[in-house]
């Protein structure tokens, strides 16, 4: 009779096992609301090897509003037997076309485009420049093929508010726009999270939810790649060998996938990454050193003018018990996490953790992301590891709502200047710091005025010589210190802003500001000075002013002053000649001399807290982690 009870437990053991399980493996699957998969072009369906099925062209053409009705293979001869199907049709446009598609549930969206310019008798696609958008987000801004072809999957993260998502494509004028497959499926909601920490400046950064993402990178460390049907999303994760920047620093170590285990409290799930990419790791080599000091670095090419998310995948399975590895995570040569310490995080090995970074656009240099992990100096722990799972690389929309230039879906520019050349973008900048410093310059004489003395006409006052300068000794156009110099500087045909006529003219007396820097590089600051007042002017004040009036002209505008800055400096400068004035026997020969009676200045304080990054012409513009969408 035992015998007979025993056996029944132990078969009901192993089907509550199965039941667990079976219901744990169910609670990582994710059928999406929305699933639109086209093969643009194609006569017929097509079905991948993951099982998912493409419609034709004829099934989907109730989507797509196009005026004409173009569709092209490619030529058998030459078609690449390599690529995908998908790959193989295409729809072409002369003219704007979109998709549109309903939405049964907003949010979080997959949009991949497919782009492949195969050969084509009639139509040559390498040479196709277009735009693609969503109703609010720049996916592709004027867009060229690779050359030679080579098929690309463009991957997005888009938000969805409505009830319809569409995609404009937009060809150039002249050029025509095409696209081979699309993808349009739901994505779940815990994917991305709201917030991530920041790098620089260092702190929490939230608004991650509102923004749209391109997939740039997707790394299995340490690993294979992973193929659409082994991810639990149908993702593609490549492997990481490429991307090391000294492959020699780097050891691959791989568990099996059924040692990963993933948090109880449902932080992490298979369907933020598999098991197959927390099973394997790049951790440190062995550098048959006593005391190795050096750090695993991934590289990898990034648009400077943008801000990345940054999603890192750890996993401790080289440890043998707790608390025994710990290592700094850095990027971009920052410190993103100091003691990372698997252990306290996850109470266990082998348990599945990531961590999400904001990288500000500021923090980019030579077009390179770099991320790196090392070993934690002086750490009381064994032999000195650091490991690295998995990493994905993601570009944040900017203010514009485009993840491809600064050109918002109606056209509009959200750059710092015009587009174009370097004197479009410097000119502008120039003329608004010369308003800034008339302006400057009326209230300083405006101040001046009121508080003249009484004998006033009597007196040789620093508004005499201030303005106008002495024109007929170092004019704007004819002087040897200045002639031609600021039209090469900032070439002399009117641009779009207006500013480049100031340039021009050697009348207007903002020009003149311009011959005080020439002269004043050129050691002839003495001949713009009027001849009347010579010995009466105060050197210090002088040079003082004119430096004001150099800082102006910087091509940069972070290197030019603020309006405040700009009227301290006219007044310090004001003060240096009025200790002059008010002692003529002491002479004005030193900027020691001149410096006697002058007030100390102020202490102002900028802006504290807030984050700023350049665009391409280096203007500084809110970043884009505050204001992208």
């Known amino acids: 009779m035992r015998p007979i009870v025993f056996s029944l437990l132990f078969f009901l053991l192993l089907a509550t096992d199965a039941n667990v399980a079976s219901s744990a493996s169910a609670s990582v699957k994710f059928t999406p609301s929305d699933n639109y998969l086209l093969d643009c072009g194609a006569a017929t369906s097509t079905q991948l090897n993951d099982g998912r099925v493409f419609r034709s062209d004829p099934q989907s053409s109730s989507f797509l509003s196009t005026n004409e009705d173009i569709k092209v293979s490619a030529d058998n001869s030459t078609a690449d037997s390599s690529v995908s199907p998908l790959y193989l049709t295409a729809r072409v446009f002369n003219g704007r076309s979109t998709y549109s598609f309903f939405v049964s549930?907003?949010?979080?969206?997959?949009?991949?485009?497919?782009?492949?310019?195969?050969?084509?008798?009639?139509?040559?696609?390498?040479?196709?420049?277009?735009?693609?958008?969503?109703?609010?987000?720049?996916?592709?801004?004027?867009?060229?093929?690779?050359?030679?072809?080579?098929?690309?999957?463009?991957?997005?993260?888009?938000?969805?508010?409505?009830?319809?998502?569409?995609?404009?494509?937009?060809?150039?004028?002249?050029?025509?726009?095409?696209?081979?497959?699309?993808?349009?499926?739901?994505?779940?909601?815990?994917?991305?999270?709201?917030?991530?920490?920041?790098?620089?400046?260092?702190?929490?950064?939230?608004?991650?939810?509102?923004?749209?993402?391109?997939?740039?990178?997707?790394?299995?460390?340490?690993?294979?790649?992973?193929?659409?049907?082994?991810?639990?999303?149908?993702?593609?994760?490549?492997?990481?060998?490429?991307?090391?920047?000294?492959?020699?620093?780097?050891?691959?170590?791989?568990?099996?996938?059924?040692?990963?285990?993933?948090?109880?409290?449902?932080?992490?799930?298979?369907?933020?990454?598999?098991?197959?990419?927390?099973?394997?790791?790049?951790?440190?080599?062995?550098?048959?050193?006593?005391?190795?000091?050096?750090?695993?670095?991934?590289?990898?090419?990034?648009?400077?003018?943008?801000?990345?998310?940054?999603?890192?995948?750890?996993?401790?399975?080289?440890?043998?018990?707790?608390?025994?590895?710990?290592?700094?995570?850095?990027?971009?040569?920052?410190?993103?996490?100091s003691t990372l310490d698997l252990s306290s995080l996850t109470s266990a090995l082998a348990?599945?953790?990531?961590?999400?970074?904001?990288?500000?656009?500021?923090?980019?240099?030579?077009?390179?992301?770099?991320?790196?992990?090392?070993?934690?100096?002086?750490?009381?722990?064994?032999?000195?590891?650091?490991?690295?799972?998995?990493?994905?690389?993601?570009?944040?929309?900017?203010?514009?709502?485009?993840?491809?230039?600064?050109?918002?879906?109606?056209?509009?520019?959200?750059?710092?200047?015009?587009?174009?050349?370097?004197?479009?973008?410097?000119?502008?900048?120039?003329?608004?710091?010369?308003?800034?410093?008339?302006?400057?310059?009326?209230?300083?004489?405006?101040?001046?005025w009121r508080r003249r003395p009484a004998d006033w006409q009597k007196r040789n006052s620093f508004s005499s010589w201030l303005l106008p300068l002495h024109a007929s000794q170092c004019s704007f156009m004819s002087s040897s210190c200045s002639k031609g110099s600021y039209r090469n500087r900032f070439g002399s045909h009117k641009s779009k802003s207006g500013y480049s006529g100031v340039f021009s003219s050697g009348t207007i007396g903002l020009g003149k500001i311009f011959t005080l820097a020439e002269c004043q590089r050129k050691g002839q600051l003495e001949r713009i000075i009027d001849p009347h007042l010579v010995g009466t002017v105060s050197p210090a004040s002088l040079k003082k002013y004119v430096e004001a009036a150099e800082k102006c002209l910087a091509d940069h505008g972070v290197d030019r002053p603020s309006m405040g800055d700009v009227l301290w400096n006219l007044e310090y400068a004001l003060q240096l000649q009025d200790a002059v004035m008010e002692h003529p026997g002491e002479g004005s020969s030193s900027e020691e001399k001149g410096n006697h009676g002058a007030r100390e200045s102020p202490v102002r304080k900028g802006d504290e807290g807030h984050a700023v990054i350049n665009n391409d012409d280096s203007t500084p513009i809110a970043d884009p982690l505050f204001r992208g969408r």
């Open 105 to 337: 549930k907003p949010g979080r969206h997959w949009i991949r485009l497919y782009l492949y310019a195969f050969a084509n008798a009639k139509y040559n696609l390498t040479s196709a420049v277009f735009t693609v958008s969503t109703g609010d987000i720049v996916l592709l801004h004027d867009f060229t093929p690779d050359s030679p072809a080579s098929a690309v999957v463009k991957e997005y993260l888009v938000v969805v508010s409505d009830d319809k998502v569409s995609l404009t494509f937009a060809p150039k004028k002249g050029s025509h726009a095409f696209i081979n497959a699309v993808e349009v499926v739901s994505a779940p909601d815990n994917l991305i999270a709201d917030f991530a920490a920041a790098i620089s400046p260092a702190g929490q950064f939230n608004g991650v939810s509102e923004l749209a993402l391109e997939v740039a990178y997707r790394l299995n460390v340490g690993g294979r790649e992973i193929v659409p049907i082994n991810d639990t999303l149908g993702r593609t994760w490549r492997s990481d060998g490429g991307f090391l920047k000294v492959p020699a620093a780097a050891q691959n170590v791989s568990v099996s996938t059924k040692t990963i285990k993933y948090p109880d409290d449902g932080s992490v799930t298979p369907l933020i990454a598999p098991s197959t990419v927390y099973s394997s790791a790049d951790e440190m080599a062995n550098s048959n050193t006593t005391d190795p000091n050096f750090n695993i670095t991934w590289e990898m090419a990034a648009d400077p003018a943008f801000s990345y998310l940054i999603r890192m995948h750890f996993c401790d399975i080289v440890s043998k018990s707790l608390n025994a590895l710990y290592f700094n995570v850095y990027i971009n040569g920052l410190m993103a996490v």
């Open 351 to 448: 348990v599945a953790y990531y961590k999400d970074f904001a990288v500000n656009a500021t923090t980019i240099t030579n077009s390179t992301i770099l991320v790196q992990v090392g070993p934690t100096p002086d750490s009381a722990a064994g032999t000195p590891n650091a490991i690295l799972n998995g990493l994905e690389v993601m570009k944040m929309s900017n203010a514009a709502g485009s993840l491809d230039g600064l050109f918002a879906v109606d056209g509009s520019y959200h750059g710092g200047a015009a587009p174009g050349g370097m004197a479009t973008k410097v000119v502008p900048g120039v003329g608004l710091a010369l308003g800034a410093l008339t302006m400057g310059l009326v209230v300083v004489m405006f101040c001046r």
